[in-house]
């Protein structure tokens, strides 16, 4: 939000406050969570601001008058309790004049918290993405799981939706008709689902995995757009399908890695152990254990090699693992994991390979710190953009 003006502020600042009384309509928590998911640095100033001390420890920093600064926290202070359960703050705002005042308050507050962390941000570190998803139910409605939050929720197909340990998992249920829920996964995130007839599927950042409540019919079916880990409960009679843009992988019980970002150059089907089928205009293909199947759009073509599956499936285990592989396609990974932006003062540098085996649960300086040894590139941090050069 660095970039924002003190009327961009003041929405987000109503946001909050509504937030904050737990006054906000479903429309409004919905825009508030967009510009939070947006980035990670939008995900660290939501934290601060809705965290129970915010307005104390704001004003005892802020520029304001002294006076100022206690007659507006004597205003917070007065209409406030915290419940200790979910360490949110509640304000009771009676009148308008009270709403504006805080707003205008919080939007200053805001954009000077705003301030304060872009210059801590100049020299830290980036942390590793967390556990994150926006789950769309079929109904219309929303549901925002963080990381460690647990929930369960009765579809009103009858199937229950329940959330714990950082795993979103549905149970079946007798049902005469199903919805079709949508998991995301933000920039910076992954999550685990395991879907109603047991598989387990494991999404990577800026992943959408689309999906019945509760299959039913002939055919395990669901619809994937950008990378996933799936691990396939065993039905012989009912074959499990991955639709990608048009194409289908089919299993009958498997574990594999499917890959489609629209930055890659075809559809990557990376298959662990099991016997998958894949489908395109091409025609058909089966993979075994240890076998990749590429599909290239531009000339509709699919080409099957061997391949050493640690390296494609490495994210799903907690590693970066990378062969002589260019600096510009692990940096599209890592940008995912770590959310931020890259740019090369010097473009040869993209093509520059690399080798590493780091854990992807430390923060990027680890990778960095590697990567300079090598004496071939400078990386310049500064707050959610990484600049390369060349010495």
Same mark, same amino acid.
């Given at each position: 939000?660095?970039? =924002? ?5 003041k ?6 406050? +509504? ?20 980035s990670?640095?939008?995900?660290? $100033? ?10 104390? =420890? ?31 703050? /509640? ?7 009270s ?8 939007a200053? $507050? ?20 967390? &556990? ?11 549901? /925002? ?24 998992? #549905? ?11 949508? $998991?995301?996964? &933000?920039?910076?995130?992954? #999550? ?16 959408? $995995?689309?999906? &019945? =409540? ?15 880990f799936?691990e ?17 992988i ?30 395109? +205009? ?14 290239? &759009?531009?000339? =509709? ?5 061997e ?10 285990d ?17 940008s995912?994991?770590?959310?931020f932006?890259?740019? #090369? ?47």
């Amino acid at each position: 939000m660095l970039s =924002e003006t003190r009327k961009s502020a003041k929405r987000i600042a109503s946001l909050l406050v +509504q937030y904050i009384k737990d006054a906000i309509s479903l429309d409004e928590k919905d825009e508030l969570m967009r510009w939070r998911d947006a980035s990670s640095s939008n995900q660290k $100033l939501f934290d601060e601001c809705t965290a129970p001390n915010f307005f104390e =420890e704001a004003l005892l920093e802020s520029e304001a008058e002294p006076e100022y600064r206690e007659m507006i926290w004597e205003n917070v202070r007065q209409k406030t309790v915290v419940r200790s359960k979910k360490r949110r703050l /509640y304000i009771s705002l009676s009148a308008a004049a009270s709403i504006a005042l805080i707003v205008g308050t919080t939007a200053t $507050l805001l954009l000077q918290t705003q301030k304060r962390l872009w210059q801590q941000n100049q020299v830290v570190d980036m942390a590793p993405g967390k &556990p994150r998803a926006i789950l769309k139910l079929g109904d219309g409605k929303r549901i /925002y799981i963080e990381t460690d939050s647990t929930f369960t929720h009765q579809s009103t197909t009858g199937a229950q939706i329940t959330n714990t340990g950082n795993s979103l998992s #549905y149970q079946a249920a007798e049902v005469k008709e199903t919805l079709y829920d949508t $998991l995301e996964i &933000p920039r910076g995130a992954e #999550y685990k689902i395991v879907l109603s007839d047991g598989t387990a599927v494991y999404l990577n950042s800026e992943s959408k $995995l689309y999906y &019945p =409540e509760v299959f039913k019919g002939n055919q395990r079916k669901v619809k994937l757009a950008g990378e996933a880990f799936f691990e396939v409960a065993k039905n012989k009679t009912l074959p499990f399908i991955v639709e990608v843009d048009g194409k289908e992988i089919q299993v009958l019980g498997t574990s594999f890695n499917v890959r489609n970002y629209p930055e890659d150059k075809g559809m990557a089907t990376t298959l662990v152990e099991g016997k998958v089928k894949v489908q395109s +205009q091409a025609g058909a293909i089966f993979l075994s254990p240890g076998q990749q199947a590429v599909f290239n &759009p531009s000339t =509709e073509s699919m080409e099957v090699r061997e391949v050493d599956t640690k390296y494609y499936t490495a994210w799903h285990d907690g590693r970066l693992i990378y062969d002589n592989e260019p600096l510009e396609n692990i940096f599209i990974d890592l940008s995912r994991w770590y959310d931020f932006d890259i740019s #090369y003062l010097n473009p040869d540098a993209k093509q520059i390979r690399f080798s590493c085996n780091l854990e992807r649960y430390e923060n990027l300086n680890a990778f960095v710190t590697l990567l300079e040894k090598t004496n071939k590139v400078k990386v310049n941090l500064a707050m959610k953009s990484l600049t390369i050069e060349t010495p």
